[in-house]
């Protein structure tokens, strides 16, 4: 994230609810010194409710009803944490995440939404919204036709969504909607129900009016008034309670567990948490209006909070205009007792949510400030209490002899090399070029040991260089038990040992490992070796370095990112191991010089040349595409200038993209390579033959289209 001097405050974000992005943007167009923002969100894109209905219609696509938010918390400089909560800590202020290091907070918003109050397992909640989505596109793919949904929910959500699968199902499914008040839409104006029921009745929607429902149990939903209705699935759009965790937290929450909030957006419980949306009490019916509204108060408040200053009662209008699409390009709104209805009302509608989704999704970077001096040297190392914390969470394995040099604070980590081994080492160090922690911490570890694989070395040692942003003892602590517990769980899983290293403070966090492995003599694996009809392996899909560009450009989805975090993350262990049962004949890992640059280191050490086949390479989600607008990264100009001719179309460029954590290239003698392959397919790796070694041409590497 952009820096603005020391981090004085940690606001953390818990949920991307329409008040959270709200405040996200707020933040994008006037960052907030001092401030660090983190947003931890469930699902890399977050939809928009009022679009659901007409998503689930066919009226907008997937992307248009949803909010990316690695571009959002791009833009607004926040730390995206893209997982799930399962507990608030008030007393630690941290939130727990499974897996990973609790997340600390100064300040703590909540916007987690909430689901419908209904029986346990008695049928599909609409909210959480995206789960909601796959598992009706899984209703739609499983029931016969003519089955029979029940929508439970009388109000404005459940007879829009009653109305939107009308639509969708019409001629295939029969939708029954079932309002526990003498007719749906019972605190709407008369019109406002006249209306609404005649666009129910024209769409072929059943209803059941006056009555509730329990839990659907073996294709059976029975009613309150003591009769029961034959249903394939029950869809739940009743009234809203919060998330467990939330009641369990100590925060004072009304009866149905949501937070309860005073007119600023605070906890009238604890002062140093605010709430928002769905799973907010604040006295007012729930409604997605509110939920949007609440955005702009919340951001300020938040500002407030963090400079320690009063803050300011939001005061919204009493009524507030909604507007309820029918289907059929019609809609009905009302607002103070006056309704319409009709073209021009969904017209309204529909450029009102378009509007506010552009919002969001035009938002671009803003320049990042500068940041003041602080010392070097060892004046920049963190403080001893700092590193004590971090080191004392770190979990523990390997010999209690390498553990000497980290519990009893030696200057040097003392090893007894394995007799009859070679010592294999390798160093590799990275300034953060993702907002998490955590992440950050694996994928460094995973980049770091892949020297060793590369090799057919064992990982044996490793010793840490860390850097995090200045700011007080305890967010550095927090800060560098992250990385460290994130590096750990890859060095670890890898058999590698964390035995010491060095910490400092700095303008931004880095962290990098001095690996040492250990080889049986005679079964090292090294770039030269390539023999001409070999096959050329990748065992990892290309394009890391344009998609962590492009996400410091806000460009990417966050999708894109997952799948990019989740190669980085990916050990090249298994490849290796697969590789030496293979006997593979040369093999490096691809990493700063792209896969074009370390193919010609490999066939200069052996004396070969290569055909590379571009369009059998593996590539990431977004990739292409972004290398097609010319995103690259920094060192990608070096490369193409030491290959000529790797000039042309995206793919091209991803042949000399700088990896972070890139897969391993080998040679395999062609009687191993189609074993060699199904057995990385086997292991889970998406690896492909991307060429074949030549004789030593007039080109080290030659391009095959096709």
């Not at 009745?201 to 509730?212: H, I, L, N, R």
């Not at 040297?377 to 980290?406: H, M, Q, T």
Request: with cysteine.
């Amino acid at each position: 994230m952009r820096s603005s001097g020391p981090i004085e405050t940690d606001i953390l974000l818990l949920g991307a609810g329409h008040a959270h992005v709200e405040v996200l943007r707020r933040f994008a167009m006037k960052p907030e010194p001092g401030v660090r923002l983190t947003l931890v969100a469930r699902e890399p894109e977050t939809p928009y409710s009022g679009m659901l209905p007409g998503l689930i219609r066919g009226d907008y696509t997937v992307d248009q009803a949803h909010m990316d938010l690695a571009p959002l918390a791009a833009a607004a400089g926040a730390r995206l944490i893209l997982a799930e909560a399962t507990r608030i800590d008030l007393t630690a202020r941290s939130i727990g995440i499974t897996g990973r290091p609790d997340i600390p907070f100064d300040l703590l918003s909540i916007d987690v939404g909430g689901s419908p109050a209904m029986p346990d397992g008695g049928g599909i909640p609409v909210k959480p919204i995206g789960r909601f989505l796959d598992q009706l596109q899984a209703l739609e793919e499983s029931l016969p036709p003519d089955s029979r949904i029940a929508v439970i929910g009388g109000g404005a959500s459940g007879v829009e969504l009653a109305l939107a699968l009308a639509s969708r199902f019409r001629g295939q499914l029969r939708i029954t909607l079932i309002s526990a008040t003498p007719e749906p839409l019972a605190s709407a104006p008369a019109r406002a129900r006249r209306v609404a029921r005649a666009a129910l009745v024209d769409a072929g929607v059943e209803m059941a009016s006056g009555v509730t429902a329990g839990a659907l149990a073996g294709g059976v939903l029975p009613l309150s008034d003591g009769t029961a209705l034959d249903m394939a699935a029950a869809l739940w759009a009743t009234g809203v309670v919060g998330p467990g965790f939330l009641l369990e937290s100590g925060l004072t929450c009304d009866p149905a567990g949501c937070v309860i909030v005073d007119a600023a957006l605070r906890s009238v419980s604890h002062d140093f948490v605010f709430a928002a949306g769905d799973c907010a009490a604040l006295g007012r019916p729930k409604s997605g209006v509110w939920a949007v509204r609440a955005g702009a108060p919340l951001a300020e408040n938040l500002r407030l909070a963090s400079r320690r200053k009063p803050l300011k009662p939001w005061k919204p209008q009493k009524d507030a205009l909604v507007i309820m699409g029918l289907g059929g390009g019609r809609a009905v709104a009302w607002r103070n007792g006056i309704t319409v209805s009709g073209r021009t009302a969904w017209r309204l509608k529909d450029w009102i949510d378009r509007r506010w989704m552009r919002m969001y999704k035009e938002m671009r970077m803003p320049a990042a400030p500068a940041d003041p001096m602080r010392c070097g040297g060892c004046g920049a190392k963190v403080g001893a209490e700092v590193l004590a914390g971090a080191l004392a969470a770190l979990p523990r394995s390997g010999s209690g002899d390498l553990f000497d040099a980290l519990e009893n604070r030696d200057d040097a980590a003392v090893m007894r090399a394995p007799a009859g081994q070679l010592l294999v080492q390798s160093v590799d160090h990275f300034r953060a070029f993702l907002d998490d922690p955590f992440v950050f911490g694996q994928v460094a570890a995973a980049h770091a040991l892949s020297d060793i694989h590369a090799m057919g070395a064992r990982p044996w040692t490793a010793l840490a260089i860390a850097s995090v942003p200045y700011a007080s003892g305890a967010k550095m602590r927090a800060e560098l038990t992250a990385m460290l517990q994130g590096a750990t769980e890859v060095l670890n899983a890898d058999g590698c040992t964390l035995v010491g290293g060095h910490s400092a403070e700095a303008t931004e966090s880095a962290l990098g490992f001095a690996v040492t492995g250990v080889a049986e003599p005679g079964r090292v694996m090294r770039k030269a070796g390539l023999r001409a009809g070999d096959y050329l392996i990748l065992t990892k899909p290309l394009g890391t370095g344009v998609v962590l560009a492009g996400h410091m450009r806000g460009l990417v989805r966050a999708s894109w990112l997952q799948a990019a975090v989740a190669s980085m993350c990916q050990s090249n262990a298994a490849a290796a191991r697969i590789f030496m049962a293979h006997r593979a004949t040369a093999c490096t890992d691809v990493t700063g010089f792209g896969l074009a640059g370390h193919l010609t280191e490999m066939l200069t050490a052996s004396g070969m040349s290569a055909a590379l086949w571009p369009d059998a390479a593996p590539v990431l989600p977004g990739a292409l595409e972004l290398a097609g607008q010319g995103v690259e990264s920094t060192l990608a100009p070096d490369n193409r200038r030491a290959l000529p001719g790797m000039d042309g179309e995206a793919i091209t460029a991803l042949l000399i993209d700088p990896q972070t954590s890139g897969g391993l290239l080998a040679g395999v003698s062609p009687a191993r390579a189609e074993a060699c392959l199904a057995a990385l397919h086997a292991a889970g790796l998406p690896a492909a033959v991307v060429g074949v070694v030549e004789p030593s041409g007039d080109r080290l590497i030659r391009l095959e289209r096709g």
